[in-house]
Nanobody, 131 residues
Framework: QVQLVESGGGLVQPGGSLRLSCEAR????????IGWFRQAPGNEREGISC????????YYADSVKGRFTISRDNAKDTVYLQMDNLKPEDTATYYC????????????????????????WGQGTLVVVNS
């Protein structure tokens, strides 16, 4: 079965860190650019970070720049999102998505209303930042 599986979410105090993982099952992740999105209740989906197939290009939304780091290990078919200095406003369900086109992925990250154009989505992992 072809799917993306997120893990690593949980409850963390403000200022803390978490590392999310996005694992590809049933397909070769190195053929895809991967992005992380998040959605809090009542809010629109937000594209926060993307990484290209070869790890040469990355994208970060201003809201996470300098605090979050995206990386990938194609040998493990996994993309990571290291989240440091977490804030209460980072509370959301985090999703990863895959697309064969880097350009399309970044375009959707900047305009999440276009989410339906991405090829694959995971089910999400919940991150709660609360003291």
């Amino acid at each position: 079965q072809v799917q993306l599986v997120e893990s690593g979410g949980g409850l963390v105090q403000p200022g803390g860190s978490l590392r999310l993982s996005c694992e590809a099952r049933g397909f070769q992740m190195d053929e895809y650019a991967i992005g992380w999105f998040r959605q809090a209740p009542g809010n629109e989906r937000e594209g926060i970070s993307c990484i290209s197939h070869s790890d040469g290009d990355t994208y970060y939304a201003d809201s996470v720049k300098g605090r979050f780091t995206i990386s990938r290990d194609n040998a493990k078919d996994t993309v990571y999102l290291q989240m440091d200095n977490l804030k209460p406003e980072d509370t959301a369900t985090y999703y990863c998505a895959a697309d064969l086109s880097w350009g399309t992925l970044v375009r959707v990250a900047k305009t999440p209303t276009l989410s339906r154009y991405l090829e694959k989505w995971g089910q999400g992992t919940l991150v709660v930042v609360n003291s």
